[in-house]
């Protein structure tokens, strides 16, 4: 951990240059670039990987490998019965019984069942089985969808493509030829790939202005989320952010601070791996970086813990400021945990929010006119956002992408308020020189 005189004659403020260059070491963001453009050589190989990742980890059901997604979920409750949640199912956090209760009963009529305490049962537990009636009642009260239920028909497509997606994937790792996989798989997962594809855009994703706005994902889009995956994995898996866990009621807010300058870079080295960010002028990165990254960095957060809370964070929060801003702080979080089956739908969101001219709003709105080219910002933000929006379309229905997007942009502003309470308290320590220069930064100290 960094202690706090550790930075205490290392004040300069952060310039275009030293910041990019406290990250020269993270040598490894390089093999990112084979994805920027993608030729005819990788698309097979990038295209199956693609969908293999988001079969297995983004899909509005479980993937077969529960047992990661169940410890991620110790500390959830199932919002029907209270027992330990096994997923986020039919747009609610649930138990296993409680989803597979849903699904039988969704569209059965409520007038078969009967309720002996005229329908005010609690369930819970222990009781989620004497009372079907209320049971259902109460699915519905915490906004179970039942339109998200697949048909037989919608199962047996996705269970095909699930198929040829794994049988590429062992092909692949046993280094066999791809002309080896089944014939009838290959055409049935290229005819449920070209019927959401209709109208397939084949542009450069470098090229902004011919980008389609449609809300199909097409083969392009899939293959861009597998490399942001790819990306931030890599990137996440370089650092241990243990610290948290170890903070106690003496650990100084200064100490805190500088921790976070781990968090931080690793955020700053994913945007490093994003082409459009790379193509910047260093001096629009640089402003991107300071003026967004303090409002954003909670996604971050969110999705290195696991979706999970930091109650040792949490209590130092309630010390170093006040109790309200860590309740306010723990809520606004806890907004983000439906998306504990969906990580790429934060993923994706950072990337469209670094490209906000300004989430910082203590910075001066002079500062707008700093950047060098705030058009091509523009556009690379409108690119990824219909990205996401894309992608929230393939996972739910109009729906709920609709309530995905309201989320994402009401708890940014939520967070965006906060860190002006967090950047107060900061600003009244007497450890500010001490701080590192990165913290100084997007502190905008």
């Known amino acids: 951990m960094m202690s706090d005189n550790q930075y205490e004659n290392d004040t300069t403020p952060l310039t ?37 990742e988001i079969d297995q980890n983004q899909l509005p059901t479980l993937s077969d490998d529960s047992s990661t997604e169940e410890s991620q979920l110790s500390n959830l409750e199932c919002r029907v019965c209270g027992a330990p949640a096994h997923g986020f199912n039919f747009g609610q956090i649930t138990c296993g ?54 048909s037989d028909e919608e199962k047996k497509s996705r269970h095909l493509l699930i198929l040829a997606n794994r049988q590429l994937k062992q092909i692949l790792s046993n280094k066999q030829p791809l002309r080896t996989l089944s014939t009838a798989l290959r055409k049935r997962k290229r005819s449920l790939i070209s019927s959401r594809n209709e109208q397939t855009v084949v542009n450069s994703v470098t090229k902004m202005h011919c980008c389609s706005s449609n809300d199909i994902l097409n083969d392009e889009d899939q293959i861009l989320l597998n490399n942001i995956n790819n990306a931030y994995q890599l990137v996440v898996d370089k650092n241990d ?45 640089v402003l991107l970086i300071k003026s967004n990254l303090l409002t954003i960095i909670h996604l971050h957060h969110i999705i290195i813990y696991n979706f999970q809370d930091c109650p040792n964070l949490d209590k130092c929060l309630s010390k170093w400021i006040n109790k309200d801003f860590d309740y306010q702080i723990v809520r606004t979080r806890q907004y983000f945990y439906r998306f504990i089956n969906y990580p790429l739908v934060l993923k994706l969101a950072l990337v469209v929010l670094i490209f906000s001219v300004n989430l910082s709003s203590w910075f001066d709105i002079t500062q707008f006119y700093e950047y060098k080219n705030t058009k091509i910002l523009f556009e690379y933000q409108n690119y990824y956002t219909n990205i996401l929006w894309r992608y929230l379309n393939y996972l ?50």
Request: proline share 3%.
């Open 16 to 52: 275009f240059d030293n910041l990019f260059s406290l990250l020269d070491n993270f040598n490894s963001y390089n093999k990112y670039d084979q994805y920027s453009v993608l030729d005819d050589d990788d698309l097979i190989e990038e295209i199956t990987s693609s969908l293999s």
């Open 97 to 150: 019984p409680c989803k597979a209760f849903f699904r039988r009963n969704a569209f059965r009529n409520k007038s078969e069942l009967r309720c002996q305490s005229s329908g005010s049962c609690v369930i819970n537990i222990h009781t989620r089985r004497h009372c079907a009636y209320c049971r259902l009642q109460k699915c519905f009260d915490v906004e179970m969808r039942k339109e998200l239920i697949l």
């Open 241 to 285: 952010y243990s610290y948290i866990d170890k903070y106690t009621s003496s650990t100084p807010f200064s100490q805190f601070i500088n921790d976070e300058t781990m968090m931080y870079e690793s955020l700053i080295n994913f945007f490093k791996c994003i082409p459009e960010f790379k193509q910047l002028d260093k001096n629009d990165q």
């Open 396 to 445: 739910f229905d109009e729906k709920e992408a609709i309530k995905v997007m309201e989320i994402i942009v009401m708890q940014i502003l939520r967070f965006q308020l906060l860190m002006v309470t967090m950047r107060n308290s900061v600003c009244q320590s007497p450890y500010c020189s001490q701080y590192h220069p990165l913290m100084q930064s997007v502190l905008g100290l």
